[in-house]
Protein backbone atom coordinates (compact mmCIF):
# COMPACT_ATOMS: atom_id res chain seq x y z
CA UNK A 1 0.00 0.00 0.00
CA UNK A 2 2.55 2.45 1.12
CA UNK A 3 4.59 1.70 -2.47
CA UNK A 4 1.52 2.46 -4.82
CA UNK A 5 1.08 5.47 -2.65
CA UNK A 6 5.05 6.70 -3.37
CA UNK A 7 4.61 5.53 -6.85
CA UNK A 8 1.34 7.34 -7.31
CA UNK A 9 2.72 10.48 -5.76
CA UNK A 10 6.53 10.64 -7.89
CA UNK A 11 4.16 10.02 -10.67
CA UNK A 12 2.25 13.20 -10.11
CA UNK A 13 5.03 15.20 -9.29
CA UNK A 14 6.80 13.81 -12.53
CA UNK A 15 3.93 14.86 -14.96
CA UNK A 16 2.83 18.59 -13.15
CA UNK A 17 6.54 19.52 -14.07
CA UNK A 18 6.47 18.44 -17.54
CA UNK A 19 2.69 18.27 -18.97
CA UNK A 20 3.99 16.88 -22.38
CA UNK A 21 4.59 13.74 -20.23
CA UNK A 22 1.29 12.93 -18.55
CA UNK A 23 0.24 14.14 -22.65
CA UNK A 24 2.54 11.55 -24.41
CA UNK A 25 5.83 12.88 -26.19
CA UNK A 26 3.65 13.62 -29.28
CA UNK A 27 0.28 15.36 -30.44
CA UNK A 28 -2.80 13.22 -31.24
CA UNK A 29 -5.27 13.19 -34.26
CA UNK A 30 -7.86 14.62 -31.17
CA UNK A 31 -5.40 17.14 -30.14
CA UNK A 32 -4.38 18.24 -33.51
CA UNK A 33 -8.59 18.78 -34.61
CA UNK A 34 -9.01 20.61 -31.41
CA UNK A 35 -6.11 22.91 -32.14
CA UNK A 36 -7.72 23.57 -35.29
CA UNK A 37 -10.98 24.29 -34.10
CA UNK A 38 -9.75 26.59 -32.00
CA UNK A 39 -7.46 28.58 -34.60
CA UNK A 40 -10.60 28.50 -36.25
CA UNK A 41 -12.76 30.55 -33.62
CA UNK A 42 -9.72 32.82 -33.20
CA UNK A 43 -9.29 33.71 -37.12
CA UNK A 44 -12.57 34.11 -37.73
CA UNK A 45 -12.56 36.39 -34.43
CA UNK A 46 -9.54 38.76 -35.65
CA UNK A 47 -7.29 37.41 -38.47
CA UNK A 48 -4.64 39.19 -37.65
CA UNK A 49 -4.06 39.02 -33.92
CA UNK A 50 -4.53 35.17 -34.37
CA UNK A 51 -1.35 35.08 -36.78
CA UNK A 52 0.46 36.75 -34.17
CA UNK A 53 -0.27 33.88 -32.05
CA UNK A 54 -0.02 31.04 -34.20
CA UNK A 55 3.86 32.55 -34.98
CA UNK A 56 4.55 33.10 -30.61
CA UNK A 57 5.84 30.10 -29.50
CA UNK A 58 4.24 31.79 -25.83
CA UNK A 59 0.93 32.73 -27.93
CA UNK A 60 -1.21 29.09 -26.62
CA UNK A 61 -1.04 27.60 -30.58
CA UNK A 62 1.82 25.56 -29.79
CA UNK A 63 1.76 21.81 -28.17
CA UNK A 64 4.92 19.83 -28.35
CA UNK A 65 4.98 18.88 -32.34
CA UNK A 66 1.64 20.16 -32.93
CA UNK A 67 1.46 24.07 -34.40
CA UNK A 68 -0.82 26.58 -36.40
CA UNK A 69 0.33 26.80 -39.78
CA UNK A 70 -2.11 29.25 -42.27
CA UNK A 71 -0.70 30.66 -46.02
CA UNK A 72 -2.80 32.92 -48.32
CA UNK A 73 -4.51 31.11 -51.32
CA UNK A 74 -3.40 33.91 -53.39
CA UNK A 75 0.38 34.10 -53.47
CA UNK A 76 0.77 30.72 -51.52
CA UNK A 77 3.06 32.57 -48.76
CA UNK A 78 3.17 31.00 -45.19
CA UNK A 79 1.90 33.60 -42.75
CA UNK A 80 2.15 31.66 -39.67
CA UNK A 81 4.43 28.65 -38.91
CA UNK A 82 6.39 26.63 -36.51
CA UNK A 83 9.68 26.83 -39.18
CA UNK A 84 9.27 28.34 -42.95
CA UNK A 85 7.02 31.65 -42.08
CA UNK A 86 7.34 33.64 -45.58
CA UNK A 87 7.53 30.40 -47.64
CA UNK A 88 5.78 29.59 -50.93
CA UNK A 89 3.89 26.91 -49.89
CA UNK A 90 3.74 26.20 -53.50
CA UNK A 91 7.26 25.24 -54.32
CA UNK A 92 7.49 22.52 -51.79
CA UNK A 93 7.43 19.20 -51.85
CA UNK A 94 8.23 15.91 -49.32
CA UNK A 95 11.02 13.65 -49.81
CA UNK A 96 9.06 11.63 -52.10
CA UNK A 97 8.13 14.27 -54.28
CA UNK A 98 4.68 15.25 -53.70
CA UNK A 99 3.63 18.83 -54.15
CA UNK A 100 1.86 19.04 -50.53
CA UNK A 101 1.65 22.66 -50.39
CA UNK A 102 -0.54 22.87 -53.83
CA UNK A 103 -2.63 20.49 -52.80
CA UNK A 104 -3.22 21.85 -49.48
CA UNK A 105 -3.88 25.17 -51.18
CA UNK A 106 -5.89 23.87 -54.45
CA UNK A 107 -8.33 21.60 -51.52
CA UNK A 108 -8.53 23.81 -48.78
CA UNK A 109 -12.55 24.07 -48.28
CA UNK A 110 -14.25 27.18 -46.64
CA UNK A 111 -16.37 25.27 -44.05
CA UNK A 112 -14.75 21.87 -44.21
CA UNK A 113 -11.80 19.83 -43.12
CA UNK A 114 -10.45 18.18 -45.42
CA UNK A 115 -6.78 15.69 -44.76
CA UNK A 116 -3.40 15.94 -46.32
CA UNK A 117 -1.08 12.88 -46.16
CA UNK A 118 2.61 13.68 -46.82
CA UNK A 119 6.40 13.43 -45.20
CA UNK A 120 7.61 16.22 -42.94
CA UNK A 121 10.09 16.43 -40.49
CA UNK A 122 9.14 17.11 -36.91
CA UNK A 123 9.42 20.66 -35.87
CA UNK A 124 12.70 19.60 -33.71
CA UNK A 125 14.23 18.49 -37.03
CA UNK A 126 14.90 14.61 -38.21
CA UNK A 127 14.13 12.84 -40.83
CA UNK A 128 11.13 13.61 -42.15
CA UNK A 129 8.03 10.95 -41.45
CA UNK A 130 4.22 10.56 -42.35
CA UNK A 131 2.36 13.59 -41.53
CA UNK A 132 -1.78 13.92 -41.50
CA UNK A 133 -2.31 17.66 -41.63
CA UNK A 134 -6.19 18.74 -41.39
CA UNK A 135 -6.60 22.09 -43.44
CA UNK A 136 -9.65 24.33 -44.24
CA UNK A 137 -10.09 27.80 -45.83
CA UNK A 138 -10.94 30.93 -43.92
CA UNK A 139 -11.64 33.51 -45.94
CA UNK A 140 -8.34 34.31 -48.32
CA UNK A 141 -6.43 31.97 -46.23
CA UNK A 142 -5.47 27.96 -45.68
CA UNK A 143 -4.69 26.64 -42.26
CA UNK A 144 -4.44 23.40 -40.96
CA UNK A 145 -2.55 21.55 -37.92
CA UNK A 146 -1.28 18.04 -38.55
CA UNK A 147 -0.22 15.27 -36.47
CA UNK A 148 2.54 12.32 -36.87
CA UNK A 149 1.60 9.01 -37.59
CA UNK A 150 5.07 7.88 -35.69
Known sequence: MRTQI????IASLLFAGNPSLAAGEHGTEAE?????DRAIVEVKADAEAAIAKFNDPKGGFRDRDLYVFCANIGDGKTV???NIVGTDLRTLKDKN????????LDKATEGAITEITYMWPRPEGGEPVEKISR???LGDRMCGVGYYKE
Open 97 to 104: DKPFGTEM
Open 80 to 82: AHA
Open 32 to 36: ATALL
Open 6 to 9: FATA
Open 135 to 137: ITR
